[in-house]
């Protein structure tokens, strides 16, 4: 809802994404990400996603993650993308690889693709998995 607001949203976005419930923080970079479609939205955000790149919960990092990849190719982003390909939760390895997926030919800076669990009873999550490892593994 706040997105809906525009520009005027950002600074509850921001606020949002210290939220102490990951829910909140997860919305407000989400928020975020939509929002800052131009250059100069983006770069007054860049600090504050750079920071959420050490946040406790995967699905934060890994939003600040792709946005900043997206937006400035950020090799520490890619990193993030890479390290949650290989944890224990199929959810959060899914995200990452829809991010680095997204993000196209900018996702073979990642190369060569940690393991990755195959092999789960969510079929969906196989088949973006090897989609992944046979586009830019060859």
């Given amino acids: 809802v706040l997105v809906l607001q525009g520009?005027?949203?950002?600074p509850l976005l921001v606020e949002a994404t210290s939220d102490a419930r990951?829910?909140?923080s997860y919305w407000g970079v989400v928020g975020i990400y939509s929002l800052a479609s131009k250059k100069v939205q983006q770069e007054s955000v860049i600090p504050l996603m750079?920071?959420?790149?050490?946040h406790n919960e995967p699905i934060v990092r890994i939003t600040?993650?792709?946005?900043?990849?997206?937006?400035?190719?950020?090799?520490?982003?890619l990193n993030v993308l890479k390290a949650a390909l290989t944890?224990?939760?199929?959810?959060?390895?899914?995200?990452?690889?829809l991010a680095?997926?997204?993000l196209g030919d900018q996702a073979k800076a990642v190369l060569p693709f940690p393991e990755i669990v195959i092999g789960?009873?969510?079929?969906y999550a196989n088949r973006?998995?090897?989609?992944?490892m046979n586009k830019w593994e060859k």
Wanted: cysteine-free; charged content about 25%.
């Fill in 22 to 24: 990951s829910v909140i």
């Fill in 7 to 10: 520009e005027k949203a950002f």
């Fill in 64 to 77: 600040a993650a792709h946005a900043l990849a997206e937006w400035k190719g950020d090799e520490e982003a």
């Fill in 87 to 97: 944890h224990p939760l199929e959810s959060v390895r899914l995200s990452s690889a």
């Fill in 128 to 132: 973006v998995f090897l989609r992944m």
């Fill in 50 to 54: 750079t920071q959420l790149l050490g």
């Fill in 120 to 123: 789960t009873e969510n079929q």
């Fill in 100 to 102: 680095l997926d997204k």
